[in-house]
T-cell receptor, first 113, second 113 residues
């Protein structure tokens, strides 16, 4: 069964500090992995998309890594800002008809001043 | 260029009633997928439509149905509403059935009382 597990479930960090979110997956055959940022009550917004051959991708202060061998990904937030408070969702797509998406449960990040 | 638009943004219904949610994809996108996101959890796949045909269905009861129109907009219908149907319903569009570029709408918040 295709699964995506994220850790931690939630974390609190001080403004200006860095943090790293983890994503482990068992989706097969692997197509791509995406990180989304979701503000409360809003739709997810794409941060990064990585295919099998990519092991790192940045989007401003967000840097995602992918290890396709160990089926792990991380999202690093640098110099956090209050606006980074949101849920971060890891989504893995299988290379099957329709490229179905499997969502992780998300990590809720709260940035405090 | 407008993104994915969903309507209504919020909705309150009574148990047993029926609801119709609407989604307009990004111009040029031919695939629409529907997701249910219960508070505090990741989105769960409901349906995918591509070129007006159902291409995927998640593990949801027959009370859930959907369709896609010739202009690629889509409706999600839920009959005999239950309290457990209360959730954020997300629509995502992409150009092709298995495209990388999924874009989510802001969602419809459905509350069943």
């Amino acid at each position: 069964k295709n699964q995506v597990e994220q850790s931690p479930q939630s974390l609190i960090i001080l403004e200006g500090k860095n943090c790293t979110l983890q994503c482990n997956y068992t989706v097969s055959p692997f197509s791509n992995l995406r990180w989304y940022k979701q503000d409360t009550g809003r739709g997810p917004v794409s941060l990064t998309i990585m295919t099998f051959s990519e092991n790192t991708k940045s989007n401003g202060r967000y840097t995602a890594t992918l290890d396709a061998d160990t089926k792990q990904s991380s999202l690093h937030i640098t110099a956090s800002q209050l606006s980074d408070s949101a849920s971060y969702i890891c989504v893995v797509s299988a290379r099957t008809a329709g490229n179905k998406l499997t969502f992780g449960g998300g990590t809720r990040v709260l940035v405090k001043p | 260029d407008a993104g994915v638009t969903q309507s209504p943004t919020h909705l309150i219904k009574t148990r047993g009633q029926h609801v119709t949610l609407r989604c307009s994809p990004i111009s040029g996108h031919k695939s629409v997928s529907w997701y249910q996101q219960v508070l505090g959890q990741g989105p769960q796949f409901i349906f995918q439509y591509y070129e007006k045909e159902e291409r995927g269905r998640g593990n949801f009861p027959d009370r859930f149905s959907a369709r896609q129109f010739p202009n690629y907009s889509s409706e999600l219908n839920v009959n005999a509403l239950l309290l457990g149907d209360s959730a954020l319903y997300l629509c995502a569009s992409s150009f092709g059935q298995g495209a990388l570029g999924y874009t989510f709408g802001s969602g419809t918040r459905l509350t069943v009382v």
